[in-house]
C-alpha cells in the first residue's frame, strides 16, 4: 500500500531546510504604524466600526463582516486610529485600510486570554466565537471560517481534515506549528468536532515532515475519533480537492463545496486559531510567517502581530545578503510577486519568500510542442496545451468547453512545461473573464 | 530598499529545469547508437548523407528565418532533429543532393510554412521522406551498397525478399539474427534493431518518450500480420525486425507536435497506423509502409485528440 496521493502534480525543489529547523520566534513591531486592510478574505470588504481618534484595544473587533460570506477585522495592538485611507496590500492592489498607531503597551479588551472549557460550549456558542474572531482560511485563501462551520445539515459531514501537508515549496510555518503546538492542533479539531456528531477528524500531512507524523500519532493514539494520514510530498498535495481525493477517495468539482461531499477541510494554522479563539478568548491577531529564499541573511519563522511591515520582518531576518530579484508574498507556486516591501502581514500572509535569481525571467518562453507534460501534471485532469490556445484566441467559449473553470491555478503545468509557456497565467485570466461574463449574464436575466 | 525593484509576474515563480532544447538534443543523443552503425556498415557516403541533410535543415531554418526577420530558432535543435531524421531514412548510396533538397523541404515548407516548430501537422522529415519517394522513387529504393557487398540491381530488403519470395526463403537469405543486429540493406538508420532500442532506452529513461504510442503500434502491426499474412509467428517477427517499423515506432511516431497529446488518442492513433502499416506492407504496391501510415496518423491526429478529450477530475460521473 502506498501512501495516500492524487493523480497527476508535479515535484519542485522544496527548499523547505533552509526554515524548518528555525524555531518559531516572536516578533514585536518595531513602527508605530499598523495597517488592517478590510478585506483579507473571500467575500464582502469588512465594514469599519472606528473612526480616526478612537482608542482601540488588542482583540477589539475594528471592523464588522460586511455579508454573509464576509469576516471581521480584529486589532493587533492598543492604541489610536489614525485614519482609514486605502493602502498597497500584497496583491498589488489598493485596499481600504484601518492605519492604527500603535502605543506598545498591548492593553486588551475585558477578557481576553480567558480559559474556557470548550466542552461545556453549545454549538452556536463555538460558531460565533469563531466569527468574532475574525477567522478565515490562514493556507491562503481565506475563506470565513464560521460559514465553513456552517453546513447545509451538520450531520452529512463525516471528515474533518486538518490540512497539514504544507506542499508549497519553502514554507514551513505549518510544519513549526505542528512541531511547537500541536495540543493546539488536537484541541482546534476537537472543537470541530463538537460541531459535527458524524464527523471523524483526520490531519493529513506530507511525508516530508516524518518528524511532525511522529509527533501527531503520538499524540492521536488514545483518540478514536482522530487520525494521522501520511501523505506523498507532491504538490498540489495541500489543495483541497487533491486533499480530500486522497483522505477519502471522495472527488471534487467547481460546482461542489467540500461540505457537498461530507467533508470539512482547515489548514493547520486555522484550527489552532480556532482552539485559541474558543478555549483562550483569543481573536485572530498573530499569524506565523515564514521568511525564506535564497536572498535573505537568516530564514525565520516568525510569529507576528497582524499589521506589520512586511519590510520589519525582512530587517528582523537579518535582511537581505544579495539583493532579490523577486520577492513573494507566500511561495513559489502560487504566492504574489511584489513590487515593494510597504505591505502588511494580514491574516493570509503565510511567508516572504526571496529570489537571487527569477527563474520566469530567465527562461523566456518559446513555442509549444505539444509534448503534453502539462496534461500529466494536472490535478484536475485538463488539457492546459489546448486550453492555452483558447485563452490566446481569447475564446472564452471555447475555454469553458475544455472545462478550464475546473482548474485550481495551481500552476503545475506552467512549472513542467518545457517550452516555459506562461500557463498558469493565462488561465487565471480566462478565468476572471468567464466569471465576469456569467456575471453579467446573471444579472441581465435579473433584469428581465 | 526602494520601490519597485523586484520583478513581478504572475505564478507560478519557479520552472522545471527540462526545456526544448534538452528534450530535443535528448532526441539526437538516442539516434547516435543507430547512427554510428549505419555509418560503421554503410561506410563514408553514409555519414556524408547524414551531415550535408542536417546541415541543409539547420541552414534553411536560419535563412528562412533571417529573410523573414524572425527570431533564429536554431538553437532549439529541433532542425538538427529533423535533418536526423530524415538522414537515418535515406538509402546509404543516395545522390546527397536528394536528401539536401529534401531537407530544406522539410523545412521551409512543412515546418516554416506552417508557422514553424510546433505548427507543423505532418512530421517535417517524414513528409520530405515521402516528398522524395514519389519524386525520386528509383534512387530512394536502391538499397546496394558497396560497404556490405550488396550489389546495386538485385538487392532487394528483406520486406521485399520476403513480400517476393515467402517467409521460407527470406529466412534463407537474411536469417533473424542479422535483421535484429542490422546486417542487412535498407535505410542508414533503419537497419539496426539491436542500436534503435538502445536510443530508444534512453529516450524512455530521459522520460522524453512514453512506450504507449511505440508498443501498441508494433502489437499491431504484429497482430495485424498474423491475422492476415501466413498466419506464422516467424513472418510476424520478420516483420516487426526488419524495414523501418522499429525506428518509426520509437522515433517517428512519438513526435509531439505530429501526434495527439491526449493519451486515449495516442492509443487509438497508434492502433490506426498500426493497421495502416500492416495494410500497407500486406497489401499495397510497395514492401515499406511505415513513413506513409505514419504521416495519415499525422492528418487525423487532431481529430482523434478532439474525440478523446479527458473528463475533468470530479466530472467523470456526467456525460458530456
Not at chain 2, 531537407?103 to 522529415?125: D, E, T
Not at chain 2, 557487398?149 to 521485399?160: A, M, R, V, Y
Request: hydrophobic share 45%; charged share 20%; with cysteine.
Amino acid at each position: 500500500m502506498g501512501l495516500a496521493t492524487f493523480i497527476g502534480g508535479v515535484h519542485p525543489y522544496e527548499g523547505k531546510e533552509l526554515s524548518m529547523e528555525h524555531p518559531i520566534t516572536v516578533l514585536q513591531p518595531k513602527g508605530s504604524e499598523m495597517v488592517f486592510p478590510l478585506v483579507q478574505h473571500i467575500g464582502a470588504p469588512a465594514k469599519p466600526l472606528v473612526a480616526a481618534g478612537d482608542e482601540v484595544l488588542v482583540g477589539q473587533i475594528i471592523a464588522e463582516a460586511g455579508g454573509f460570506i464576509s469576516a471581521n477585522v480584529v486589532s493587533s495592538v492598543s492604541g489610536k486610529v489614525k485614519k482609514i485611507e486605502p493602502r498597497r496590500v500584497a496583491n498589488g492592489s489598493m485596499v481600504n485600510s484601518i492605519i492604527i498607531e500603535d502605543d506598545k503597551e498591548y492593553r486588551t479588551v475585558e477578557g481576553f486570554g480567558e480559559r474556557k472549557d470548550y466542552t461545556k460550549l453549545s454549538k452556536d456558542e463555538i460558531r460565533n466565537i469563531v466569527k468574532e474572531a475574525g477567522i478565515v482560511g490562514l493556507g491562503g485563501a481565506g475563506f470565513p471560517t464560521h460559514v465553513k462551520l456552517s453546513p447545509k445539515n451538520e450531520n452529512e459531514i463525516d471528515y474533518i481534515i486538518v490540512n497539514g501537508a504544507e506542499c508549497e515549496p519553502y514554507l514551513t510555518s505549518d510544519y513549526r506549528l505542528m512541531m511547537e503546538e500541536p495540543e493546539k492542533i488536537i484541541g482546534g479539531l476537537k472543537i470541530i468536532l463538537q460541531l459535527f456528531p458524524n464527523a471523524k477528524g483526520i490531519i493529513g500531512i506530507e511525508n516530508n515532515k516524518p518528524k511532525a507524523v511522529e509527533k501527531l500519532r503520538e499524540l492521536v493514539k488514545n483518540e478514536s475519533k482522530i487520525e494521522v494520514v501520511e501523505l506523498y510530498t507532491k504538490y498540489p498535495q495541500g489543495g483541497e480537492r487533491s486533499l480530500i481525493y486522497a483522505c477519502t477517495g471522495r472527488k471534487l468539482n467547481s460546482s461542489k463545496l467540500p461540505a457537498d461531499v461530507g467533508c470539512i477541510v482547515d489548514n493547520t494554522d486555522t484550527v489552532i486559531s480556532i482552539y485559541n479563539a474558543v478555549a483562550k478568548s483569543t481573536p485572530l491577531i498573530r499569524r506565523i510567517v515564514t521568511i525564506t529564499g535564497d536572498a535573505v541573511t537568516t530564514p525565520q519563522n516568525f510569529k507576528v502581530r497582524t499589521g506589520m511591515n512586511y519590510q520589519e520582518l525582512i530587517e528582523a531576518a537579518g535582511g537581505f545578503k544579495k539583493e532579490p530579484r523577486k520577492v513573494l508574498s507566500g511561495g513559489p507556486m502560487m504566492g504574489q510577486a511584489l513590487f515593494t516591501l510597504d505591505i502588511p502581514v494580514t491574516k493570509a500572509s503565510s511567508s516572504i519568500t526571496t529570489f537571487i535569481n527569477d527563474e520566469v525571467e530567465d527562461n523566456p518562453e518559446t513555442p509549444c510542442i505539444k509534448c503534453g507534460r502539462c496534461i500529466d501534471a494536472c490535478p484536475s485532469f485538463l488539457v492546459p496545451v489546448l486550453m492555452m490556445e483558447k485563452a490566446l484566441a481569447d475564446d472564452t467559449q471555447g475555454f469553458e468547453k475544455l472545462n478550464g473553470m475546473e482548474c485550481v491555478e495551481c500552476g503545475s503545468c506552467a512549472y513542467v512545461c518545457p517550452a516555459k509557456r506562461p500557463l498558469t497565467q493565462g488561465f487565471k485570466y480566462m478565468r476572471q473573464a468567464v466569471a465576469a461574463k456569467r456575471r453579467a449574464a446573471a444579472a441581465k436575466k435579473e433584469v428581465k | 530598499m526602494m520601490a519597485g525593484k523586484f520583478n513581478v509576474s504572475s505564478s507560478p515563480h519557479v520552472r522545471d529545469n527540462s526545456s526544448t532544447a534538452v528534450i530535443m538534443k535528448d532526441v539526437c543523443i538516442a539516434m547516435i547508437p543507430t547512427l554510428a552503425f549505419g555509418c560503421f556498415q554503410f561506410g563514408i557516403s553514409a555519414l556524408i548523407v547524414v551531415i550535408c541533410t542536417v546541415l541543409a535543415c539547420v541552414l534553411s531554418e536560419y535563412l528562412y528565418e533571417k529573410l523573414m526577420n524572425k527570431p533564429i530558432t536554431i538553437g532549439d535543435f529541433s532542425a538538427v532533429v529533423t535533418g536526423l531524421i530524415l538522414a537515418l531514412n535515406m538509402p546509404p548510396q543516395i545522390p546527397v543532393w536528394m536528401p539536401v533538397l529534401g531537407g530544406i523541404f522539410a523545412i521551409i515548407v512543412v515546418k516554416q510554412l506552417y508557422g514553424g516548430l510546433g505548427q507543423n501537422f505532418m512530421n517535417p522529415a517524414l513528409a520530405a521522406r515521402c516528398f522524395l519517394l514519389i519524386s525520386f522513387a528509383g534512387a530512394m529504393t536502391n538499397f546496394s551498397s558497396a560497404a556490405l557487398k550488396f550489389d546495386s540491381t538485385s538487392t532487394p530488403t528483406p520486406l521485399g525478399f520476403l513480400r517476393a519470395n515467402g517467409i521460407k526463403i527470406a529466412l534463407d537469405q537474411y536469417n533473424l539474427l542479422n535483421i535484429f543486429l542490422g546486417r542487412i540493406p535498407g535505410t542508414i538508420g533503419e537497419v539496426s534493431t539491436v542500436a534503435l532500442l538502445i536510443g530508444a532506452l534512453y529516450l524512455v529513461v530521459r522520460k522524453v518518450i512514453s512506450l504507449r504510442i511505440p508498443l501498441i503500434y508494433i502489437a499491431t502491426v504484429a497482430v495485424f500480420v498474423f491475422i492476415f499474412g501466413d498466419h506464422n509467428s516467424t513472418t510476424v517477427l520478420y516483420h516487426v525486425l526488419s524495414g523501418g517499423l522499429i525506428f518509426g515506432a520509437f522515433f517517428m511516431a512519438t513526435d509531439y507536435v505530429s501526434t495527439p497529446v491526449t493519451k486515449t488518442g495516442q492509443v487509438y492513433f497508434a492502433v490506426f497506423i498500426g493497421i495502416l502499416t500492416g495494410l500497407f506492407r500486406l497489401f499495397g504496391g510497395n514492401a515499406e509502409g511505415v513513413s506513409y501510415a505514419i504521416i495519415i496518423g499525422n492528418i487525423v491526429a487532431p481529430l482523434l485528440e478532439k474525440a478523446t478529450l479527458p473528463k475533468a477530475f470530479g466530472r467523470e460521473a456526467k456525460k458530456a
